[in-house]
């Protein structure tokens, strides 16, 4: 079974290396001023089945607002500029995340006295229309760099705050899809500066990963909440060397969780690569993922299933160009870097989201004279279907809740296999009908990652059943078109 697995992600990685399906870049901007895309995990893309959502803020109205465009056939045309601010003072560095018809945004005001306050405002509608600002945040001092992730109703929103005197990560949810929020949160307590929080949520667990100086040079540390944000666990340690660790990206797919940096370590700017494969429990080695004299910075990491894509800006060509490197393998190993941009301009800032087989990237772009908003679509790079990722053989039989739930119209479902014997794994819809028959064969002993597409399927709630022997367990997901 080892020697088949191999030999199976061999096969996916020579795929991975040269059927990559990336598109021409496409300006999503035009106009004489500067639009800028945000310069942390702030993610300005997001998508959910054949919608993509991006947020930027620009200065064509005198001053800088928060601007807002949609595609709803994955990125193929592009609806009209939205402007989501309206104010007398700035808007900055919006962030976005997608749960079903919702979108929802969070940005950073320069609005009330000398101090940044964190705002909020979502659409019910796909991006459609949109509702009133919402305050977050009021205290005097400076709350800004702000990420968000929603599950469900269930809407977390974090920021970098100056209110006690050195910065601290504090955090905010909302249980209601976004009507109301609840107190500020403190999430670090320590001498040091905790800066740049990055967030990602899948069922009732949410993930949290920041820079932090407490020991002298600046780490990455990481800490979650199993309860939806109610509780949180204690911070861990996530890098421990002499450089710098700087801007972490998380992303998360079921129980693997994947986390990208930049690390001063190697005497220059190079991204890092670390990951767990049981909801953050335990972390794996560093993995560095690049290795050039020039400066690699500012990663963004999307996994889906078990494909991990990274993206970052690159200064190996001269000047700053956007890159992509995957993993088929859940990070185990990474096929040879992609570069994505070629002009003789610096684009930068890149972020990745996806969405069914797709891979979406936004950039800020100089090549025009002055700062434009880029994308980019890879049709092929998030591969579907089912792997064996793990055969070592499990201690117990498991299912995992699909993610992402609500989707549409691809999920992904997990679970462990502990011995030789035939499987069954079947959707099924309301009325107990059979939608699909997933798996039905025998298999190995392993933990197993299997997707499921409905776009032959209307919206409404289904059922996953996996049998096996004397087994069988049953969760319910949700499909919403």
């Known amino acids: 079974m080892k020697n088949h697995l191999f030999l199976f992600l061999s096969v996916l990685a020579f795929t991975a290396n040269t059927f990559t399906q990336w598109q021409p870049d496409l300006r999503l901007t035009n106009n004489p001023f500067h639009s800028y895309v945000s310069y942390n995990n702030a993610r300005n893309v997001a ?35 939205t402007r989501l601010t309206n104010d007398s003072v700035e808007s900055y560095y919006a962030t976005i995340t997608v749960s079903g018809t919702n979108v929802h945004v969070a940005w950073q005001n320069y609005h009330f006295g000398n101090n940044y306050e964190i705002y909020y405002k979502r659409s019910t509608d796909r991006g459609v229309t949109w509702e009133a600002d919402k305050r977050l945040t009021n205290n005097s001092s400076i709350s800004y760099s702000a990420s968000i992730a929603a599950e469900g109703t269930v809407i977390s929103v974090l920021w970098r705050d100056n209110r006690d005197g050195n910065e601290e990560i504090y955090y905010k949810r909302s249980s209601d899809g976004g009507i109301n929020f609840g107190a500020d949160t403190r999430l670090t307590n320590a001498a040091g500066s905790s800066e740049d929080p990055a967030i990602a949520a899948t069922g009732t667990v949410l993930h949290l990963a920041w820079s932090d100086a407490r020991n002298g040079d600046i780490e990455i540390y990481y800490k979650q909440s199993t309860d939806q944000g109610i509780t949180w666990g204690s911070d861990i340690r996530i890098t421990n060397n002499p450089g710098g660790s700087y801007k972490p990206s998380i992303s998360v797919s079921g129980s693997l969780v994947a986390l990208a940096w930049y690390d001063t370590r190697d005497a220059n700017d190079e ?147 502990p011995k030789t014997g035939f499987v069954n794994l079947i959707i099924y819809d309301m009325l107990g009908k059979v939608v699909t028959t997933l798996i039905n064969k025998e298999l190995q002993p392993g933990t197993y990652s299997v997707d499921w597409n409905g776009s032959n399927n209307p919206s409404g709630v289904y059922f996953y059943k996996l049998e096996s022997g004397e087994y069988s367990e049953v969760k319910k997901m949700v499909l919403v078109k």
């Open 47 to 81: 998508s959910f089945g054949d919608d993509v959502h991006v947020v930027w803020w620009d200065t064509r109205d005198g001053n800088a607002e928060i601007f807002y465009k949609r595609s709803t056939d994955n990125g193929t045309y592009w609806g009209a500029d």
């Open 271 to 417: 991204i890092y690569f670390k990951r767990s494969t049981n909801g953050g429990a335990v972390w794996q080695p560093d993995t560095r993922l690049t290795n050039n004299t020039a400066s690699s910075k500012w990663p963004s990491v999307s996994v889906s299933g078990f494909v991990v894509n990274v993206v970052w800006q690159d200064s190996r060509d001269g000047n700053t160009e956007i890159y992509n490197k995957r993993s088929l393998d859940g990070g185990i190993g990474f096929g040879a870097d992609i570069r994505l941009t070629n002009s003789a301009f610096n684009s930068e800032l890149p972020s990745a989201a996806v969405s069914g087989t797709f891979v979406h990237i936004v950039w800020q772009d100089q090549r025009d004279g002055n700062l434009e908003v880029y994308y980019k679509k890879d049709s092929t790079g998030n591969i579907v279907g089912m792997i064996n990722f793990d055969p070592v053989s499990p201690n117990a039989f498991s299912l995992s809740q699909n993610y992402p739930n609500p989707f549409n119209p691809s999920t992904n479902i997990e679970f462990a296999h």
